[in-house]
């Protein structure tokens, strides 16, 4: 079970912390992901990080902006997200399954489990 949090309404420019708690059989899978969904587009990858040995991943969007961690003693998974802009306005929303590999980690497809988002809304 994926329980993610942290959104709220933001001004441009400023920073915002997302969360998400992991729980039971997601312990199993490799990589746990961030995605994003603006309105009327699909869920675009933004980050994902290697639980175990803690290798991350970045959209080229996020790239530099964007930090994914985890800790591994509170099943947390975590994106910190500086400079927002207006047009990254979403629902984020945490992933994880066992059949993420590299490969495929930037793929929704890949994803068996997710989170029930959390919006994020940047005013210009």
């Known amino acids: 079970q994926l329980q993610a949090s942290g959104g709220g309404l933001v001004q441009a420019g400023n920073s915002l912390r997302l969360s998400c708690a992991a729980s039971?059989?997601?312990?199993?899978?490799?990589?746990m992901a961030w995605f994003r969904q603006a309105p009327g587009k699909e869920h675009d990858f933004v980050a994902a990080?290697?639980?175990?040995?803690?290798?991350?991943y970045y959209a080229d969007s996020v790239k530099g902006r964007a930090t994914i961690s985890r800790d591994k003693a509170k099943n947390t998974l975590y994106l910190q997200m500086n400079s927002l802009t207006p047009e990254d306005t979403a629902v984020y929303y945490c992933a994880n399954g066992p059949s993420v590999i590299l490969s495929n980690l930037q793929s929704q497809t890949a994803y068996a489990y997710w989170g029930q988002g959390t919006l994020v809304t940047v005013s210009s």
């Open positions: 039971g059989r997601t312990f199993s899978t490799r990589y």
């Open positions: 990080i290697n639980w175990g040995a803690g290798y991350t």
